[in-house]
């Protein structure tokens, strides 16, 4: 019987190699940037500075605009935003009959947050000081949870959707679009004065290896559907 399920996982031999080598590497990553984050890294008051005007530290380099893209795309991974889209999107899948997409979702954004959470909990990095914030921000500062967050679920959505493509280009589009979205959150914590550069950089190896995993285990759970037809 053929399977209805639009999201066809690959069984190139290639695929899945990549991926743990990618996983892996993301995780020496995560794992370097907190075993090191507590003596601080050179580049972190560096690119901060790097993003203010000189003698003015109030004030954000580029047009005045800029500021407002920037909020604008940090909050593309607020918590209101991305619990609010992800809870409708979220219901729309369980309602629809895609109850495995459903539960890849869900399990990115909840795993993310609550790991996100625990490492906050217990690292408690302070928030830069070598920039006044242009952001409201309470929480400790390690790992950036936007960074993290988003990684998670939009490469997860991302993902979800080029595997419904059967052109190769529109699965590269739709895959880049996702990876674009990431990487200019995880700027904008920054441009904002929020994190340290370092935060985000964590953030994102995370959050890639958390969707990782939810891919993995999502297409695992496919395959035994598969053979047990």
Not at 17 to 28: E, H, K, Q, V, Y
């Amino acid at each position: 019987m053929t399977d209805s399920n639009p999201l066809q996982y690959s069984n190139r031999q290639w695929l899945w190699p990549a991926l743990a080598l990618l996983g892996l590497s993301l995780a020496g990553l995560a794992a370097f940037l907190c075993l090191r984050f507590a003596s601080g890294f050179a580049f972190d008051p560096a690119l901060l500075l790097a993003f203010r005007t000189p003698g003015d530290l109030a004030t954000p380099i580029g047009p005045p605009w800029l500021l407002q893209s920037a909020i604008d795309i940090s909050a593309l991974a607020g918590y209101t935003v991305l619990w609010l889209a992800g809870a409708a999107t979220l219901i729309f899948l369980f309602a629809f009959g895609r109850r495995a997409e459903a539960l890849l979702l869900g399990g990115s954004l909840i795993g993310a947050s609550m790991i996100n959470a625990l490492l906050k909990l217990f690292l408690h990095r302070p928030r830069p000081d070598v920039v006044p914030h242009l952001a409201e921000v309470s929480s400790a500062s390690f790992p950036s949870g936007h960074a993290m967050i988003s990684a998670a679920v939009y490469l997860t959505l991302g993902i979800m959707v080029a595997q419904t493509q059967a052109s190769r280009w529109a699965r590269a589009y739709i895959l880049s679009f996702a990876v674009l979205l990431v990487l200019l959150i995880g700027c904008s914590r920054v441009f904002l004065g929020v994190h340290w550069p370092s935060d985000v950089l964590a953030g994102w190896c995370f959050g890639a290896i958390w969707a990782l995993c939810m891919f993995a285990l999502n297409a695992r759970l496919h395959r035994r559907q598969d053979f047990g037809r």
